[in-house]
């Protein structure tokens, strides 16, 4: 699934079709089209994993989920389940979940939460862990899109290995400035994240998703679905300290 700086990624390759008219919207998903047709598309968003094609009063989300993908000016053999037609390119999404909102993506959306955003607010979100979510492993509450929006498992296995932390912790029982320390190193490793797309280089320079050894102790990394998530974890039980 991609995570959030994925979906950056495909964002800024879009950032041409923005002020750009829909001549038209297409594709069979069910989510009403009618209006999105002669109209500006003012900005093109995300918040976490989700794209948003913002229009005047109201924004369309896109989520690629585990299979979806997009195509700009190209198509596949199978029909899109959402495509806008400009007049010069085409954006094509396939099995992607799409939904209608109005308003605008601050209604809907915290953008204090988004790992990727400037919005990124280490104190509101520090306090929703320790007042909302304190009696949760943290390797369960980093996959939580309402408070960490954009963290998928690449990022939370190598932000709690920088952070040295086991992801089976309980929230209340590791020290405060570990856990600020955490947040800063979600936030440092998105960014490396997404320059390592230009590459495509994110799996081989990670530190331990997807290896079986720790670089650094050339200990055997403990491999298995942990948690209430039931996620594929990696984690060396010599540098990543459990905290219960
Ligand atoms: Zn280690």
Redo the contacts with the bound molecule.
């Keep these: 699934m991609p995570e959030g700086p994925s979906i950056h990624f495909l964002k800024n390759k879009l950032q041409r079709f923005k002020g750009k008219t829909v001549s038209e919207a297409s594709g069979y998903g069910e989510m009403e089209k009618s209006e999105m047709t002669n109209i500006k598309l003012l900005d093109i968003e995300t918040y976490g994993k989700n794209l948003l094609f913002v229009f005047k009063d109201f924004f369309v989300g896109v989520h690629l989920g585990l299979f979806g993908s997009m195509l700009v000016n190209k198509q596949k053999k199978v029909n899109a389940s959402f495509a806008l037609h400009f007049a010069d390119g085409e954006i094509n999404f396939y099995v992607a979940k799409t939904k209608l909102y109005s308003g605008k993506p601050t209604d809907h959306f915290n953008f204090k939460t988004d790992i990727l955003k400037p919005e990124f607010d280490v104190e509101f979100v520090l306090n929703e862990l320790q007042t909302n979510h304190s009696e949760e492993q943290i390797g369960d509450v980093l996959m939580n899109q309402k408070l960490f929006a954009g963290v998928g498992n690449i990022i939370r296995i190598e932000s709690l290995y920088h952070a040295k932390i086991h992801p089976e912790s309980i929230v209340k029982v590791i020290p405060e400035k570990k856990l600020i320390f955490l947040l800063s190193m979600l936030v440092d490793y998105s960014e490396e994240f997404l320059s390592l797309l230009k590459t495509d280089g994110v799996k081989e320079a990670a530190m331990i998703y997807g290896k079986k050894i720790?670089?650094?102790?050339k200990?055997e990394l403990l491999i298995e679905e942990m948690g209430k998530v039931k996620r594929k974890t990696y984690v060396?039980?010599?540098?990543?300290k459990l905290y219960k």
């Design positions: 720790c670089p650094k102790d200990s060396c039980l010599k540098c990543q």
